[in-house]
């Protein structure tokens, strides 16, 4: 089984970038622990950044021919990007977004997610850990899926 762990804009800078928000972790950290569950539950996992909306499109689709399902988290990208939001349906790969803050809990224009109609499931507000529930959510989901279960 293989996943693509996708970061959206700006994820680069974390652990620099309003820790108050987002905390003092950085993306490679993030990457190494979802690393070691991969290799816990027997999985590969191939985790990219970017800041252009359209290499994350172009990954999704890649995912399509290489993957069984997507971790995302969109950034900015979660509240108008209609070309990421369509690639995720098109591509049809069970997807969970994630997000480090409770995009719930802050300003109004990030309230709403785009992305969030379309997948599997949205998890927030729980910092790095949020990257880890969603990752073991969407092993679950895959492996029920593989079997005829539904959830």
């Known amino acids: 089984?293989?996943?693509?762990?996708l970061h959206g804009p700006n994820l680069?800078?974390?652990?620099?970038?309003?820790?108050?928000?987002y905390g003092i972790i950085t993306l490679d950290e993030i990457n190494?622990?979802?690393k070691d569950i991969a290799d816990r539950e027997g999985i590969e996992i191939r985790c990219l950044q970017s800041n252009w909306e359209g290499q994350i499109v172009d990954w999704i689709h890649e995912a399509q021919?290489?993957?069984?399902?997507?971790?995302?988290n969109p950034g900015a990208f979660t509240h108008y990007s209609i070309a990421i939001r369509d690639a995720?349906?098109?591509v049809a790969l069970p997807t969970v977004e994630v997000h480090l803050s409770n995009i719930y809990n802050r300003e109004e224009f990030r309230k709403a997610s785009v992305i969030a109609p379309i997948v599997q499931g949205q998890i927030s507000g729980f910092g790095q850990l949020s990257y880890e529930l969603g990752l073991m959510g969407l092993i679950k989901i895959i492996r029920h899926t593989r079997k005829g279960k539904i959830l």
């Open 1 to 5: 089984m293989v996943i693509y762990v």
């Open 65 to 72: 021919n290489q993957a069984q399902g997507i971790l995302i």
């Open 88 to 90: 995720l349906a098109s």
């Open 32 to 34: 190494e622990v979802l």
């Open 12 to 21: 680069n800078l974390l652990g620099k970038r309003e820790p108050n928000v």
